[in-house]
């Protein structure tokens, strides 16, 4: 399969606990995205990577979440101290080295994650 | 800051009708748009990319119009079918990656 992979697809933790999450983009993809969906929302976005520099964060991204991606293939978004709040659905993206932002974006199938 | 809306919010059709579904966006100053089919609880599976030079985009059964200057973009769905049962998407490229509508829940029922 080539397409792109996340993992864990489910994770259940307690609250203030700390969790990581990875994502492998289809290969020779330099750009990496990453979205959280809560239920009957769309995606919203959270960071994105060009290689191995992280270009972009939103606001939604608190100091207890940090992103990485070390070589600029595969990435990790880890949550510190997890609250309720952070129950959702993490996507991943990736997109093919072409100019701008305009390019289309090829998910995951998502990490879900319940905070209890 | 772009707000992309969905209407209808869900759609319920019988097998074999033709439907359309609406997107629109606040900021026309867009590079794409694409839209997306979701499975309950899964992923997003691309199904059509119009760039914003663009008018239309076809693929199979679907149809996905832009027109940038008024913000809308229509997804047209011919001969619906059972499998069609998803959630669809709308996302719009800016000068941030996608911004996403709250999507269109559609049942096709047999």
């Known amino acids: 399969d080539t397409g792109v992979s996340q993992d864990p697809r489910h994770k259940i933790t307690k609250r203030g606990q700390n969790v990581t999450f990875r994502c492998d983009p289809i290969?020779?993809?330099?750009?990496l995205y990453w979205y959280r969906q809560t239920l009957g929302q769309g995606p919203e976005f959270l960071t994105y990577f060009q290689n191995e520099a992280q270009l972009e964060k939103s606001r939604l991204l608190s100091d207890r979440f940090s992103a990485e991606r070390p070589k600029g293939s595969f990435s990790t978004l880890e949550i510190q101290r997890t609250e309720q709040g952070d129950s959702a659905m993490y996507l991943c993206?990736?997109?093919?080295?072409?100019?701008?932002?305009?390019?289309?974006?090829?998910f995951g199938p998502g990490t879900r994650l319940t905070v209890l | 800051k772009q707000e992309v809306t969905q209407i209808p919010a869900a759609l319920s059709v019988p097998e074999g009708e033709n439907l359309v579904l609406n997107c629109s966006f606040t900021d026309s100053a867009i590079y794409n748009l694409q839209w997306f089919r979701q499975d309950p609880g899964k992923g997003l599976t691309s199904l059509l990319l119009i760039q914003s030079s663009q008018r239309e985009q076809t693929s199979g059964r679907l149809n996905a119009s832009l027109d940038k200057s008024s913000g809308r973009s229509t997804l047209y769905i011919a001969a619906s079918q059972p499998g069609d049962s998803a959630t669809y998407l709308c996302a719009v490229a800016g000068n941030t990656p996608l911004v996403f509508g709250k999507g269109t829940r559609l049942s096709v029922i047999a």
């Open positions: 993206a990736s997109s093919p080295p072409t100019s701008g932002v305009a390019n289309e974006q090829f």
């Open positions: 290969s020779e993809h330099n750009r």
